[in-house]
């Protein structure tokens, strides 16, 4: 059974720093790409960053500059650095592992940033 979980979540004060954690088990191979997709309360799921095994990335425009996504094969981890939070950065943020037509996705790690 795959899975995906991620850790490195809570309460940080706006300007602060976090370091999320995604860690899946199960598979072989590396995904070929994972990412970082984030739900505020009330809003639709969108996505934050992603990464493939070749190194490209995305980021989504309202963080950008902010976070940074890295990965970790051979631990088949990836990873968000996150500065500069703002409360509008509060959400669960979920990792998705894909690879070929399947797409795998964690439970979510509750991300709160308020004084």
């Known amino acids: 059974q795959v899975q995906l979980v991620e850790s490195g979540g809570g309460l940080v004060q706006p300007g602060g720093s976090l370091r999320l954690s995604c860690a899946a088990s199960?598979?072989?191979?590396?995904?070929?790409?994972m990412a970082w997709y984030r739900q505020a309360p009330g809003k639709q799921r969108e996505l934050v960053a992603a990464?493939?095994?070749?190194?490209?990335?995305m980021y989504t425009d309202s963080m950008k500059g902010r976070i940074t996504i890295s990965r970790d094969n051979a631990k088949n981890t990836v990873y968000l650095q996150m500065s500069s939070l703002k409360p509008e950065d509060t959400a669960v943020y979920y990792c998705?592992?894909?690879?070929?037509?399947?797409?795998?996705w964690g439970q979510g790690t509750q991300v709160t940033v308020s004084s």
């Open positions: 998705k592992g894909s690879l070929g037509l399947n797409a795998y």
């Open positions: 199960g598979i072989i191979f590396n995904f070929n790409t």
């Open positions: 990464m493939t095994t070749s190194g490209s990335t």
